[in-house]
């Protein structure tokens, strides 16, 4: 035993400068250290406390890139969360080895829900979860050597950041649009004003008021009111997921698709309730338009595009006859060239038409069978007549999601109102039906039905025994089993007045819409699905809103001088919560219940003294924060200004290639691809449009990154177990299908999320310890295309271990920690293996392709192992491994006999190009046979080029019959050519 031992011994002293996880880990806090005490990462600004001291200015080619903002969560980080981290810290790596000013840092998103759930359940203030959680997740992110630059960090619940995400609020809420003004891009229409403007063009008559009448004989009351309603941020009643239960309105993605919430699983109901509104309808053509100036991937485009849904098409006046008289039922179509087979209408249960009062008592004559039970839609009481049947309906509607009601899939339900309307273009009468699928969000919350040429009207058709009628020649032989949905010839569309028989759709569309023009039945429009945003949240853990309002309910924003408006402490975190089925019940945020601080005597600065006012209640959503953080990473400390406008033009200002400006990567998943980028490219068209920003967009390059997926494992009573206890076990037959156990017991596989449910968590701090940060980073970067999902394997994180300590062994001497490099040149063969590396590397890091940019470096690594490394070689692969590896890489640099940090380093480019041409091999010409030339051709020429440079030589030609194609061409490239003429 004793000699075993001292062989160990031997053999761990012979090895005692090996790169292994406890070097590495020393390593890593060793460059951490010095990074942070150094300011390595830090970047310039042109003006401010972060300019360079010595008044120089910064270089001029600037590249500022970002991470999605993070919300820092209690339960830390798992190894899938920092992938998107690590690609874009490898790129600003690059970035800065090539010269660039990068700036690149990491805030955090930290209002919000769970803060305030955690606060509820203990009583602790959300601001100390919080900041325990984002000082966990800096350590974490510190562990993976990421090169943020810490001076530039925040929360968006510092104090600082919320007066200016507060005083950005008050820009929009003091601004109108004015679709008619220059806007600030030659060429184009359509801005955001001061306030103050839209008053003096009320008062000078230049802008008419909404009902007509002069501004000076509006009362107070009627002048606010007027402002109000162009106001770019306003409150309105507006439709919301009301949760008594919770106590809270409910935004649509915290609401599950049977309408019920995410967090306790009670009811919702849709309400109307007084919010406020961002008006980013306003914004809704720009925001479609200048996707074409951004470099974005073109899902999330078409994506952005269908979120807004603009519609060309006509608004039709049909006359709706009620219980209480006849209205008017306008209706949105894109296909008014089908008015003549309408044959229902179909209207949202949240439409106003059907209060009480107008729906019929009794079920009129006429109405079919299947139409009072709604096929099942209403219990059989309900259904005893229409007002029963139509309230039944709007209570059932109430308890269910946006997602679920417009799922196409899904069944469709409705029940008849009891109402009839006449259609303008033939006088029929048809049936209004309510049904969920139609929304108020959309249009005017009211459908014209034409079953023969529209599925989802043809399968209510059928489901309701409605009339079917056809206005298009459909193909022949054609068995009306299913709508009609294509193009076709116009038919049976004539009154008295015009005829749209023989037309086609455009001519048809244009034809019927001037006819609905010239009497007054309906006009073109544009409809859009965007609808303007609720920015109301009952919740405490948010931003406050900076605005008053008088006894009579008007509002005011607060002076600029009064922010920030912070939030006070409070005993109860919980909004009031009511019985999960009390639909009736009004919302009391937890501010509600501070009676001195929600009552305040103001001098707001306009002239009149000091009044009594109350605060706002509601807070902001937490997207209010993530609509403009990218600007104050910008200038973090600036007190004057939330940017001042020299850093923002350095950073994000238009130049060439990049015409609406922005951020120059934004990397982040694809599930916000609509709202938080809708959101902000909104807040941000407002700065713009004011003039505070010289960018139109915020971000100019999006990439979506893909996800770390894991498998889980789950036992015979479908209880999920650890998934690092899982043994697998090849199939005995060999058919080479394992199966798996743990502790002896057999358990299925399923392959999905990390989840801590689902015990299948690998967190980035163990796979540090036990591995090295980069190897860890190494082996994410690896495992496939940053924009593709990719499994986790643990076990095959020993391949980018493999890697980097064959990179160490390529420099440092296992045994001695001696260098290994010498001082001797390149042969012909390695410097062409290392100009191509240099070269292909370069190109995948600039186009993000990080894993074969790794798969270069792994073989040009394999080539130098096992000879002598020259220092120009050694260096310069260390030089490329920085950036996916930074820590291994300083050390390997330093003791190369550097001093400055290798993340400052020139990243290496080939000097002599001849060195990247391949190759030639010398190709045999045969002609019958005999030898007629001979080509000097690339090794890779593939055997179709090989056979037309072979045809094409003029000595060949002189063997060949003019006119004639060879009978047989026999080619093994890149050697021999045979032709047989």
Known sequence: MSEQHSASEQAEKSTSYRYTAAMANQIEIKWQDFWDQHGTFNAPNPVGNLADPSGEQPPADSFFLLDMFPYPSGKGLHVGHPLGYIATDTVARFQRMRGKNVLYTMGYDAFGLPAEQYAVQTGQHPRITTEENIANMRRQLRRLGLSHEHRRSFATTDVEYMKWTQWIFLQIFNSWYDPQAPGRKPGTVGCARPISELIAGYASGEIPTPDGRPWNELTEKEQHDAVNARRLAYVDYAPVNWCPGLGTVLANEEV??????????????????????????????????????????????????????????????????HASGDELLTVFTTRPDTLFGATFMVVSPEHPMLAEENIPAEWPEGTRKVWKDGAGSVAAAAAANPRAAVKAYQRAASMKSDLDRTDLEKEKTGVFTGIFATNPVNGKLVPVFTADYVMMGYGTGAIMAVPAHDQRDFDFAKKFDLDIVATMKPAEGFDWAT???????????????????????????????????????????????????????????????????????????????????????????????????????????????????????????????????????????????????????????????FCA????????????????????????????????????????????????????????????????????????????????????????????????????????????????????????????????????RVYEMSMGPLDADRPWETRAVVGSQRFLQRLWRNVVNEETGALVVTDSDCDREMAKQLARTIADVTTEYEHMRVNTAIAKLITFNNFLTGKPVPRVAAEALVKMVAPVAPHIAEELWAKLGHVESVARADFPVVADEA????????????????????????????????????????????????????RKVIVRAPKLVNIVP
Request: glycine share 8%.
């Open 645 to 776: 406008p020299e850093n923002e033009t350095y950073w994000m200002g238009p130049r060439e290639g990049k015409t609406s400006g922005g951020a120059d990567l934004y990397v982040g998943g694809v599930e916000h691809a609509v709202l938080h980028l809708l959101y902000s490219r909104f807040w941000h068209k407002v700065l713009f449009d004011l003039g505070y920003v010289s960018s139109s967009e915020p971000f100019h390059k999006l990439f979506n990154q893909g996800y770390v997926q894991a498998y889980a494992y789950a036992d015979a009573r479908g209880q999920y177990v650890p998934a690092d206890e899982v043994e697998e076990v090849p199939a005995a037959d060999g058919s080479g299908e394992p199966s798996f156990t743990w502790h002896g017991e057999p358990v299925n596989r399923e392959y999905g999320k990390m989840g801590k449910s689902l015990k299948n968590i690998v967190t980035p701090d163990e796979m540090a310890a036990t591995y090295g940060a980069d190897t860890f």
């Open 256 to 321: 599950t698709a049977e309408g019920r919430s995410e967090r306790g699983n009670f009811p919702v109901f849709k309400r109307e309730l007084r919010q406020w509104m961002m008006r980013i309808t306003a914004y809704a053509d720009r925001l479609a338009e200048d996707l074409d100036t951004v470099d974005w991937p073109d899902k999330v485009r078409t994506m952005q595009r269908n979120w807004i849904g603009k519609s060309r098409g006509a608004d039709v006046d049909f006359v709706a006859h």
């Open 483 to 641: 709508a009609w949905t294509s193009d076709g010839e116009i038919i049976d569309s004539e009154n008295d007045e015009i005829s749209l028989n023989g037309l086609f759709k455009d001519e048809g569309k244009a034809k019927i819409t001037a006819w609905l023009e010239a009497r007054g039945a309906g006009k073109a429009t544009i409809s859009y699905r965007l609808r303007d945003w609720l920015f109301s949240r009952q919740r405490y853990w948010g931003e406050p809103f900076p605005v008053v309002y008088d006894d009579a309910g008007i509002v005011y924003s607060i002076p600029e001088s009064m922010l920030p408006l912070e939030l006070p402490d409070t005993p109860d975190y919980s909004p009031r919560s009511y019985d999960p089925d009390d639909a009736n019940s009004e919302p009391e945020p937890p501010l509600g219940r501070l009676h001195d601080w929600v009552n305040v005597e103001l001098d707001l600065g306009d002239g009149k003294g000091l009044r009594h006012f109350k605060r706002d209640t509601n807070t902001m959503p937490n997207w209010a924060g993530s609509c403009w953080y990218e600007m104050r990473y910008l200038d973090p400390d600036n007190t004057e200004a």
């Open 915 to 966: 060195l990247l041409a391949d190759d030639l091999v010398t190709a045999v010409v045969q002609v019958k046979g005999k030898v007629r030339e001979r080509l000097e051709v690339p090794p890779t020429i593939s055997e179709a080029e090989l056979a037309a440079l072979a045809l094409a030589s003029e000595r060949v030609q002189q063997y060949l019959t003019a006119g004639q194609e060879p």
